[in-house]
């Protein structure tokens, strides 16, 4: 049962044009969403976060905007740049039985920033 | 400071065979984890521990055992490893602060199970 879907396995777009990245979760007691990128051999580095209390959180040219009611969260990237070329992995915070900050992770969505 | 530091980098195991994967952070943090990285399927909880002495399971916990040595590291071993372990095993460390629940990873093991 996969609480968190990145339902775009990959997307494409043009240097300077804007990036859309969707997520969706179907847990209504998630109260924080994080996005993490990931270039290959590398580790995942935080990106973005979002409260469940907001519906947007700006940082530069990354703007999380999330949508309780319709259970979607999304980032966008603008202007696209082909440095950000990489994996996108949205992630929300989860319980199970009052253990620490535990995150659900989505399958991930690569995109790739053409010059 | 380091950050996350994981041990090996890469390594080839024979089924059947043991090996630990070690894991130091030296951000202070209380919360570490460990995941694994499979196509398709993102990243899955191993096992966490969410302070110095405690250990839990995750979402994938068969065939793997964690020791949370001291607050900086946290390590975890494959018993009698199978090919179903080939991966990509992710440490992390976090801890606790308001709006900022975010965790940090190191560079990741590769591990293949022939």
């Known amino acids: 049962d996969q609480q968190v879907k990145q339902n775009s396995p990959s997307l494409s777009v043009q240097e300077g044009r804007i990036s859309i990245l969707n997520c969706d979760y179907t847990n209504s007691m998630f109260d924080y969403f994080l996005w993490y990128k990931k270039y290959p051999a590398e580790g995942p580095t935080f990106l973005i976060s979002?409260?469940?209390?907001?519906d947007k959180n700006e940082d530069g040219r990354f703007t999380v905007f999330l949508n309780k009611s319709a259970k979607h969260l999304s980032l966008h990237i603008v202007p696209s740049q082909p440095g950000d070329s990489a994996v996108y992995f949205c992630a929300a915070k989860g319980y199970y039985g009052g253990a620490t900050n535990k995150l659900i992770f989505g399958t991930g969505t690569l995109l790739a920033v053409q010059p | 400071n380091a950050g996350v530091t994981q041990t090996p980098k890469f390594q080839v195991l024979k089924t059947g065979q043991s090996m630990t994967l070690q894991c130091a952070q030296d951000m202070n943090h209380n919360s570490m984890y460990w995941y694994r990285q499979d196509p398709g399927m993102g990243l899955r909880l191993i096992y966490y521990s969410a302070s110095e002495g405690t250990t839990d399971k995750g979402e994938v916990p068969n065939g793997y055992n964690v020791s949370r040595l001291n607050k900086r590291e946290f390590s975890l071993r494959l018993e009698s490893a199978a090919p179903s372990q080939t991966s990509v095993y992710f440490c992390?460390?976090?801890?606790?602060?308001?709006?900022?629940?975010?965790?940090?990873f190191g560079p990741g093991t590769r591990l293949t199970v022939l």
């Open positions: 992390a460390s976090s801890d606790r602060r308001p709006l900022k629940d975010e965790q940090f």
């Open positions: 979002i409260s469940s209390i907001k």
